[in-house]
Structure formats: C-alpha cells, structure tokens
C-alpha cells in the first residue's frame, strides 16, 4: 500500500474550484515532483494536506498510511508524521526559534510515549543539525523567522523538518529565493533525510532544484489536474520546453 | 446640587468621623490639605461617566458599596504575605496592610546610608517638616480626583527618600488589602524623593485577601531631582470583588529618568493612573505595561506625560490580553509645550482578544504644540493570527498548546521592556502562569 494515496481530489476557494481531480499514489523511500505554471493549484494541494482552513473539499479522499488525513486537525497530521515546507514561512514575533522547536518535538514524543526532550540534548541536537544546513547557532534565540532573510527561512524550514523526522514531507517552492549555495545546502539537507521509510513530495516550478533533489517521479500540474506524469527526464524536457503546451492543454 | 456628571459616594462626613483624629492633625498644614481635598470630594463627588477622561471607567459600582475606613475595622489579621506576591531576590520587603504598614510582615533592616525610609504616620507625628516639601505638591487635589479622595483620609505609606548620589537598591512595597466582614476602604500615600544623581528600584505588588470588597486608593508622589533614576514596576493583582484607584504623580528633573512598568492583572475595577510632568531637560520617561484580563475583571491604565521642557524623550508600550467579559482601558496623553522642542515621544497600545466577550477601549490623545519635535503613536486590538495558528499547529503542537505560545510571544516585546532583569523573570512567571490557569 502507498504510504500517501490522493484520490480524485476536487478542491474549492470560494465556490471556485482549484484542483480538479488529482490522483497520486506515492510508496515509502520515493520522492515525487510537482511541476507547473504558477497559479495551477500546486499550493493549493500542499495547504490541503497540511490541513490548512478556508478550503472546501468537495471530492476526493487522501489517505496517509491507511489514516483518512482528511479527518485529522493540522497538528496531529504533524504528529502522524507529515511535514510541510512552507513557501512562505510566517513570521511570528515575540516566539523564540527554540521555544518552539523544542515545544514542536515534545509534542511529538509525547504522542510517542517518550519523555521530554532534555535542554542539553536538544542543544546538542539542534547544534548538529545547524551545523549541516550551515545555520548559525544563535538564529535559534532569534523569534521564529523574524528578519529571517529567505534562504534563513528556507533553512530553518529544512532545520524543522530534520529535527521532526517526518514520514512524509511536501515542500512548496523550497527553491524560490535561494541562491546556487543555499540551494545546494537546502538539497543535501533534504537527501540527508531520504530514506526507505519516508516519502517526499517536492513542488517546484524550476526544474534546477531537482538537480539537486533527483525524483522518482515528476507530474505535471496544470489547470488544476496532473496532465502528464513521468520520469525525472520530464523535468528536463520542461525545462527545455516550458509550460505553454500544458496551459492550453488544461 | 453637584455638578453634573459626578457621582455621589459613601466618603463624606460619616466616613470622616469614624476614622477620627488622623495622623498630623494638628498641622495646620497637613490639616489644611485634608481639608481642601475634603471640600473637593464633598462640593464634586467622584468622577462620573460625563467626565471625558472617566468615560470608560464608571464608578457607579463603587459609590454603592458601603465602605468604612479600613483603620476601624477590628476583625482583620493578617499573618503571612500571600502566595501570589512574586519574590524578588535582594529586595526589602515593606509590607502594609489595608494601607497600613505591618512591621510584623516587613522586612526589619537597617537603612543603608544614603537612604531613608519610613512610615508616613510615623513621620506626619514627629518630623512633619522632613515631609512639607514632598507632601501634597504634586498630586494636586484638584485636577485628579483620586488623589482628593486619598489626601483626604491618608493615615499612613511608606517614605523613600534617596540622597544625593544614593547608588541604588530595591525595595518591594506589597500592599495587602484584606476586608473583615465589612467593606473597606484604606488610602495609603507614598512618597519617593530621589535626590541628584540617586538611584533607586520601588517595586509595589497589590494583592487582596477574598472576603468583602474593599479599595485601595493609594497615591503615590514622586519627584526625582537632577541626574537621578527611578525604576518603578507596578503590580496590582487585587482581588475580584476589590476596587483599585490609584494614582501617581512623577516630576522629572532635568537629566533625570524614570522607568516604569505597569502589569494589571485585576482587581474588580482598576484604574492605574500615572501623571508625569517633564520639568527638566534631557529627561526620559518609560511607561510601559501589560494587563490580562478575564472575568468581569476591568483594569484601566491612563497616563498623562506632559513635555514642559526641550529635549525629554517618553516611550510607552502597553500590551494587553482579554478574555471572559472583561474590560480594558487605555488612555495616553501626551502633551507637547510650545517651548519643548526637541521631544521625542512615543506610544503604542495593542491588545489581544482571546474571545469574543470583552470590549477594549483605547484613546491615545497627542496634544502638540511645538514644532520641531517627534511624536508618534499607534493602537491596535485583533485576534490571534490564524496563519501563524496554522504554522505552529502545521508541526505538532496542538491548538491550545499554539494559542498559548502565540498569546506569550504577544506580551513578550511588553515583558522584555522591564530592564531589571530579577523582576522581569519574576513578572514573567506571573504572566505565564496566568497564561496556564487559563488553558488548564
């Protein structure tokens, strides 16, 4: 069974649908990529598996090993194991980097049975981790993502996702902002995290960053639908052909 | 007839003759003050709902209650400061009870040179002179009528005075208000002095014992000379069915600072007023505060900074939480001279709606009339953001742990404004675990 299975999903914004019937089956250890025009409802799909409000789902069903996420709050999606990279990560003064992280990962390991994560050890954790996505240790002290430059924000995005261990992660737009190093940074964060058990789902309009993120699947969203999915060849030929044939396709 | 809009109240010659012969009597000084503020509180009353700057704040509730002086009631003892009375390491502990100070309660040290304090009773008895120049000059009786109602009755407080130079220290004035099995009422009057060049950290904690209602009408004045500091940090945390009117009166000399913070976190009705005059150049005036209210609950905090001379700076940052049907007031005047060019003066209030129950009010007033100057000032109430809701709730932590973290991280920017960093953990402790009870 897939570990994520999207299933003719129609999703509505104010009476105005937005996805159209989108099918996806993604196993453990794949990594799937979405790629299309701006405006095609890309963000739209990864709101929706995230549970954010204001959408209306008229359609369809996503299950998450076996679990109907639909049905699940935001936060005990996260604790299921699912993880979204923002596009745009909110700034939220006043809330320490840390204060939230470790809140973060105690929520999860209460729901695991562990017990509180220790201060040292989180320390020495987040340490690590910072090291290898090339964070500054003292960003941790920052509030969250406030004056958080964009490649900050992307960091700290892969720096959450790292330290909460997801099964399954979408990222939306990870790329957009970010320098040749960054992105460098950013990918090798996400392959540190590939892994037999876990599956990723990475949305992107460019296909540079799957340069560095190689998939085992590209689709091509369009108009609200997958009008064609493939290898990560596809990718390239999108890259040398653009959108223009799917737009009027959709 | 009175005039219109202003209420009738319970502190009028029945009042006068219980509490009896008060302290310092026999000046004809301190008579003459209490006799004046007694002529204002019998001629107008308290201040009604048509009076502009008590519009939000009605005294309706309070003029009901059948309040007696607090100094005769016989049937109140109170052994241990109460558990809600944060501890703030190194600070003297001064203690009164219903405004009356408790040596039993007080931490019984020595003064350190440079510093003196003692009780206003004591004081008002045997060395009136010490208080003549510091005593009823400030808090004009007139134009604040809490400080009529409080010159009228004061019996008792507690006197700082810093000398020149004085290089510090902290002392705690907790104020425990505790009715019998009648309605009290107590005035107590502070007075802080710092002279030039002194240094000096009052933190005042205001807490009640349930029981009957009672008010706490304290008055503070406070005038700091040339060069010298004050941090003044404010805690009322009365009890629910209690009535907290106070009002403080600060004169800044030139160079001279003052640095206060005001956390209201109840009281039935509270109003903290805080009037400051900016008489010397080059001074700096800090008001910044944080009230949590929920309940009935109504706290009101109303200042007035008053730019008299050139190049004084002010800042003001009030945040503020609301739940239940609780009420929160906030008004800030700042008024400008002609001559006070150079001001730099600043003020922001935002508070935070936890419900849909509770009404905030909030009137900033720039009043300027000088022209080359800077002034700016804002307000905003709203609810939590759901975005940011979204994204804590987006990595495991549920909604009310999210509310919680999202509703500190509000207060936090009000709660980093304390600068001494021992009252800043322990007011911190005391927002937290109200952010606790409200979740558990």
């Known amino acids: 069974m897939a570990l994520i299975e999207i299933n003719n999903l129609h999703v509505s914004v104010q009476g105005k649908e937005i996805l159209k019937g989108i099918s996806l089956s993604i196993n453990a250890g794949e990594v799937h990529a979405i790629m ?61 980097t840390s204060a939230f992280l470790k809140t973060a990962i105690n929520a999860k390991r209460r729901d695991q049975g562990k017990p509180e994560i220790d201060a040292m050890e989180f320390l020495k954790l987040v340490k690590a981790k910072n090291k290898a996505l090339g964070i500054p240790d003292d960003m941790i002290k920052r509030p969250l993502n406030v004056g958080f430059s964009g490649g900050e924000k992307k960091r700290a995005e892969v720096l959450q996702m790292t330290l909460l261990e997801p099964r399954f992660a979408v990222l939306d737009e990870t790329d957009s ?13 996400v392959n540190a995290l590939r892994d037999p058990s876990r599956a990723f789902l990475v949305i992107t309009h460019y296909q540079r960053l799957l340069n560095y993120i190689v998939p085992d699947h590209v689709h091509v969203m369009a108009g609200g639908r997958i009008v064609k999915s493939g290898g990560k060849e596809l990718a390239h030929e999108l890259e040398a052909e653009g959108y223009a044939k799917y737009s009027t396709a959709a | 007839m009175r005039a219109t809009g202003l209420l009738d109240h319970p502190f009028r010659e ?45 005294l309706g509730d309070l003029a009901k209650v059948p309040f007696g002086p607090a100094a005769c009631a016989q049937d109140i003892d109170v052994r241990d400061i109460p558990l ?109 002095s710092l002279a030039a060049g002194a240094r000096l950290t009052v933190i005042e904690t205001h807490v009640g014992l349930p029981g009957q209602s009672y008010l706490a009408n304290p008055v503070t004045e406070i005038s700091v000379a040339q060069n010298a500091s004050l941090k003044r940090y404010v805690m009322v945390a009365d009890d629910n069915d209690a009535f907290h009117l106070a009002a403080a009166s600060v004169s800044l000399a030139a160079h001279s600072s003052l640095d206060a913070f005001h956390l209201g976190l109840g009281g039935g009705k509270v109003r903290q007023e805080v009037n400051v005059s900016i008489n010397g150049e080059e001074a700096d005036c800090r008001i910044n505060g944080l009230y949590a209210l929920n309940g009935k609950q109504h706290h009101d905090l109303t200042t007035v900074i008053d730019h008299a001379v050139p190049h004084g700076t002010s800042s003001q940052l009030v945040k503020g939480v609301v739940d239940g049907a609780s009420h929160a007031v906030f008004q800030g005047r700042i008024h400008v001279a002609k001559d006070a060019q150079k001001t730099d003066a600043r003020q922001l209030h935002k508070a935070l709606f936890l419900s849909k129950g509770p009404a905030v009010d909030c009137k ?29 709730m987006a990595r495991g932590i549920d909604r009310d742990a999210a509310r919680a973290l999202l509703v500190a991280g509000f207060l936090e920017d009000a709660i980093v404004t304390i600068t001494d960093e021992t009252v800043r953990a322990a007011f911190s402790n005391v927002v937290q675990s109200w952010l606790k009870r409200r979740t558990a």
């Open chain 1, 36 to 96: 299309g025009p701006n405006g095609t409802g890309k963000s739209t799909l990864s709101n929706i598996i995230a549970g954010r409000d204001g959408y209306q789902i008229t359609q369809g069903s996503v299950t998450f090993d076996g679990q109907d996420l639909l049905a699940m709050e935001p936060d005990a999606r996260a604790r299921a194991g699912v993880f979204l990279a923002f596009q745009y990560p909110v700034e939220i003064p006043g809330v320490s």
């Open chain 1, 177 to 189: 902002g970010l320098d040749i190093d960054a992105l460098k940074v950013v990918s090798d964060g």
């Open chain 2, 14 to 58: 029945a009042y006068a003759a219980k509490l009896g012969a008060l302290p310092g009597a026999t000046q004809a000084w301190v008579d003459g003050l209490r006799q004046t503020a007694r002529g204002i509180l019998n001629a107008s009353g308290l201040p009604g709902p048509k009076i502009e700057t008590w519009k939000f704040t009605g």
């Open chain 2, 84 to 192: 809600g009375v944060p501890r703030i390491a190194g600070a003297r502990r001064i203690v009164l009870v219903n405004g009356v100070l408790s040596e039993a309660l007080s931490d019984v040290i020595a003064d350190p040179a440079g510093l003196r304090i003692a009780s206003l009773k004591y004081l008002l008895a045997r060395e009136p002179q010490t208080l003549k120049p510091i005593l009823g000059g400030l808090a004009a009786s007139g134009s604040l009528p809490l400080a009529a109602l409080n010159t009228a009755y004061m019996a008792d407080g507690v006197v700082i005075l810093a000398d020149k130079d004085f290089p510090g220290t902290t002392l705690h004035i907790i104020s425990i208000g505790a009715a019998g099995s009648d309605p009290v009422a107590f005035h107590p009057r502070h007075l802080i």
């Open chain 2, 364 to 392: 900033p007033e720039l009043e300027i009339f000088a022209d080359d100057v800077q002034c700016a000032h804002g307000a905003a109430t709203g609810e939590l953001d759901p975005n940011h809701l979204f994204y804590l």
